[in-house]
């Protein structure tokens, strides 16, 4: 047991020691880019900075993170949005008034952009809300990640030759004295590109470093160059007094900053909150895949959140999961939350007493790790979206890039949003709305009707238009289906049974339309009154149904909505019916639906007398389900239907009788008890036969019987194929 603890101790500092070094030289690469030109002489002081952010943000996540062994570190990417804060402000004038209030500035922009983003994390994490940032489109992502991978490279060049990657200083770029400055470290990130890509050994970027700095001064030496010849000349990182460098507290540079220049840097700040917010839930993605194990991401983000927060008192970065530098740990053994706090406590030590050191480190080597983070970063996410990407949404990684580089930080990102959402907007135009487009011969209401209606319904079925919508409809889409509605009214025959006389549009499916969409709805309105055609809308919302009153869109005749699409189709059979009255009479006596039913009128006599006569008034129950399904029913007059109870006191139609329908005969045949109740509609009269009338009837008449089977199972066998061709019709 006390072995097991001793070894669970070494290996904790063992990985703290080993992760602590190497995130030692990202800070300094990280302080380099940020501290420079007139802030030279405060680069220690970045140092002490971000390595305190390290400390505080490990030891908060050691107790507060879901995950034991989790490291956390500051970002590039964030490091890179905070180059431009300091770059603007130094180019703002703030210099005539003391590097001093420039970087009391800075150092209040990153105050305020750590708590912002703490707070932000805090939240999301209490109410759960991580998701939220999973809806940024990838390429605007990528393209993002691939901009900051061009600042670092420009930020490298910067590093090792005090010019910047420009137009301007292109020439002076490539002078024999610069070239030699910069060139070691581009040969030192392609190095360092080749073997990252061949090796994924956590000790290959280390022994890398050891290996550039022992042969850059060896090189050196062999020269006779010695290492006051190299500072002068500009080959060593700035040299550093031994004394220890604290942190400026908030209240130190806040009453120092100016606040109007401040106030220009706005839109990076939030910057850094929003890329920081996408970044933690890849990073914690990502780090859950590493160590094989799950992260409670609402603990986890209160978490970050807390260090964030606690980081700003000092003017420090936002710290969050570093999945690398976590797996290496849990390679060394140091699974145990102590491992967060060597690690705080290891660049603690290097602020105390080593930071000296720093002034004999290669600007070559210094500047070629920046630069082998920004072409990885940059070449990465372009070579990613090239294999995963249409080619439309690739070229909007590309905008982004070179508006990023060409506009700046900010301006990129606006361009790659605006190209994104017009992406958009043509892309969701392209789909139809129109999920089905059925006619009346095919789709029906689910009322049951004689077969004589049956027929006369689908030979004319052909006026019936039903379009079944879907999504969500705009500008880009209502067109569309506009332009299909006017398609489908042409009458290439030119014969009357084939003339569209109803529109019915089915809104279950859409979620909603914007206030354009009414547009082209107020178009087809107008197309229908000028052909006389009835509009019918079905299924909307209170959202979509207040739309559409806003512009009194249904004060015409011609135009009605129904709550359900089968009451609609339900109103437009019966005008029809009313209207061919002519071609079919009904009849209106028992002894005329019988006759229909057996088909020969000898029958009729004999199938009556076995029948008992009902009287119903609207809102009597027939049966309920559950009941015992002892008899069966023939409806004279008056409409029966079958309903499902649910839950909430609400009942589902399942279907409806007319006159000259039978009602109850499934159950009577399966002796299984009702499955459904039977309400009447409307005042009705019914002839009950009852299970025993019904056996009596097959031994004493089993002709008659005999032919009022043929008609139960050829009305319940074209009753299926309605419905097959019209789950057919609804099929994808």
């Not at 970027?205 to 090189?219: K, Q, Y």
């Not at 106030?263 to 990073?283: A, E, F």
């Not at 978490?303 to 008192?313: E, F, Y």
């Not at 309105?525 to 019918?536: C, H, P």
Request: hydrophobic share 45%; glycine share 8%.
């Amino acid at each position: 047991m006390e072995d097991a603890r001793s070894q669970n101790l070494f290996s904790s500092l063992l990985a703290a020691l080993v992760i602590g070094l190497i995130n030692i030289i990202y800070t300094v690469s990280f302080s380099a880019l940020i501290f420079n030109g007139p802030l030279t002489a405060y680069y220690k002081l970045g140092i002490s900075t971000i390595l305190f952010s390290y400390a505080i943000s490990s030891i908060v996540m050691a107790a507060g993170s879901s995950l034991p062994g989790l490291i956390v570190t500051p970002k590039g990417v964030i490091t890179a949005i905070v180059s431009i804060i300091s770059v603007s402000l130094i180019h703002s004038g703030l210099p005539a008034a003391g590097a001093d209030t420039v970087v009391a500035s800075l150092f209040t922009c990153l105050l305020i952009s750590a708590f912002l983003t703490g707070l932000f994390f805090f939240l999301l994490g209490l109410f759960r809300g991580g998701n939220l940032i999973r809806f940024i489109p990838f390429p605007v992502l990528s393209g993002y990640f691939g901009g900051v991978g061009v600042i670092l490279i420009s930020g490298s060049i910067y590093i090792m030759t005090g010019h910047t990657l420009t137009w301007p200083d292109l020439p002076r770029l490539v002078d024999s004295e610069m070239l030699y400055l910069w060139v070691p470290g581009l040969l030192f990130a392609v190095v360092c590109l080749a073997a990252a890509k061949r090796y994924s050994h956590f000790l290959t970027m280390p022994l890398l470093i050891a290996i550039g700095v022992l042969l850059f001064f060896t090189l050196s030496a062999s020269m006779g160059v010695s290492v006051d010849d190299l500072r002068i000349r500009g080959y060593l990182m700035p040299a550093m007094d031994t004394g220890i460098t604290w942190p400026q507290l908030f209240p130190e540079f806040i009453t120092r900053a100016s606040w109007l220049a401040v106030s220009d840097q706005w839109g990076h700040i939030l910057s850094i909150v929003l890329i920081s917010s996408i970044s933690v839930l890849l990073y914690i993605s990502i780090t859950e895949v590493a160590t094989g194990r799950e992260i409670d991401l609402g603990r986890d983000l209160k978490a970050v959140g807390l260090a964030g927060m606690a980081s700003s008192a000092i003017g420090g970065f936002i710290s969050f999961h570093e999945p690398v530098d976590t797996k290496l740990s849990y390679r060394l053994g140091g699974t145990n939350r102590l491992v967060g706090v060597f690690f705080g406590a290891v660049c603690l030590l290097f602020v105390f007493g080593g930071s000296h050191v720093i002034g004999y480190f290669p600007k070559p080597i210094m500047g070629g790790l920046v630069l082998f983070v920004g072409v990885d970063l940059f070449a990465e996410n372009l070579s990613k979206s090239w294999r995963q990407l249409p080619k439309s949404e690739f070229a909007l990684v590309l905008i982004i890039v070179l508006s990023i580089t060409l506009l700046g930080f900010l301006e990129g990102i606006g361009v790659g949003i605006l190209v994104a959402t017009v992406l958009f907007v043509v892309n969701y135009s392209r789909i139809d709305v129109v999920k089905n487009q059925l006619s009346g011969d095919i789709y029906h209401s689910k009322v049951e009707r004689p077969q004589a209606e049956r027929r006369l319904l689908k030979q004319h079925g052909q006026q019936l238009r039903i379009f079944i919508l879907q999504g969500y409809i705009f500008f880009g889409t209502a067109e569309r289906l506009l332009g299909t509605i006017r398609r489908s009214l042409r009458n290439p025959s030119g014969q009357p049974e084939n003339r569209v006389t109803t529109i019915v549009l089915d809104f279950r499916g859409v979620l909603n339309i914007d206030s354009s969409a009414l547009n082209a709805f107020s178009k087809l309105r107008t197309t229908a009154d000028k052909e006389q055609i009835t509009l019918i809308l079905t299924n909307l919302n209170a959202s979509i149904d207040s739309h559409f009153k806003s512009v009194r869109f249904f004060d015409g005749e011609r135009t009605l909505h129904f709550a359900h699409l089968d009451y609609a189709l339900e109103w437009c059979e019966e005008k029809f019916l009313k209207a061919t009255a002519a071609e079919y009479r009904r009849p209106d006596d028992i002894d005329s639906r019988l006759e229909e039913i057996l088909q020969y009128p000898n029958l009729v006599a004999h199938f009556k007398m076995y029948l008992e006569r009902i009287e119903l008034k609207a809102g009597d129950v027939v049966f309920r389900m559950g009941d015992p399904s002892n008899c069966l029913y023939v409806i004279e007059s008056g409409r029966i239907s079958t309903l499902l109870p649910g839950a909430n006191g609400d009942h589902l139609r399942l279907r409806t009788m007319g006159a000259g329908t039978l009602v109850g005969e499934i159950g009577l045949y399966t002796g299984k008890p009702r499955s459904a109740d039977a309400v009447a509609d409307s005042p009705s009269t019914l002839h009950a036969l009852s299970y025993e009338r019904f056996k009596q009837l097959e031994r004493e008449h089993p002709g008659v019987a005999r032919q009022f089977h043929k008609h139960v199972v050829l009305s319940i066998s074209q009753r299926m194929a309605l419905d097959s061709e019209a789950m057919r019709a609804l099929a994808p």
